[in-house]
């Protein structure tokens, strides 16, 4: 049985330094795909799935502030920056980025993780 909870979680976050300038993304192959991420903290792994126009960098202040709890993992979803994928999928959708996710997850041996999104990342975790 799959257990899914959904929490929103608003922030005021101060200007801080993006994190980009000191992270460097890792590019791993999963489900015949590259996908490129950046990892900060330790702890249980929480991974964050970007919007539609987004990609790895778009949580670069909300991982400073999650860092201290969680390994706070952001990659970049299939047709997004850094990716060079070619487009396969014939009808691509949030169900292609949630089997990528579920590769990611295991080609990284998470094991049980926690998922934040926000639209079609948000759509693909619920997936």
């Known amino acids: 049985m799959l257990r899914v909870t959904l929490t929103l979680l608003l922030f005021l976050l101060p200007d801080q330094p993006a994190l980009s300038q000191s992270l460097q ?5 999963a489900n015949g795909i590259e996908l490129h991420y950046i990892v900060q ?3 249980e792994p929480l991974v964050l799935l970007h919007g539609g126009q987004g990609d790895y960098r778009s949580w670069e202040t909300l991982m400073k502030v999650l860092s201290p709890q969680y390994r706070v993992i952001s ?5 997004n920056y850094l990716n060079k994928n070619p487009l396969t999928a014939k009808y691509h959708s949030a169900y292609t980025e949630a ?3 579920a590769a990611f997850i295991r080609k990284l041996k998470l094991g049980r ?3 934040v999104g926000t639209s079609m990342g948000a759509f693909t975790a619920l997936d």
């Open 75 to 79: 990659y970049s979803r299939r047709y």
């Open 41 to 43: 903290g330790q702890g």
């Open 113 to 115: 993780v926690h998922l």
């Open 99 to 101: 089997d990528d996710l």
């Open 25 to 29: 993304p890792t590019k791993i192959s």
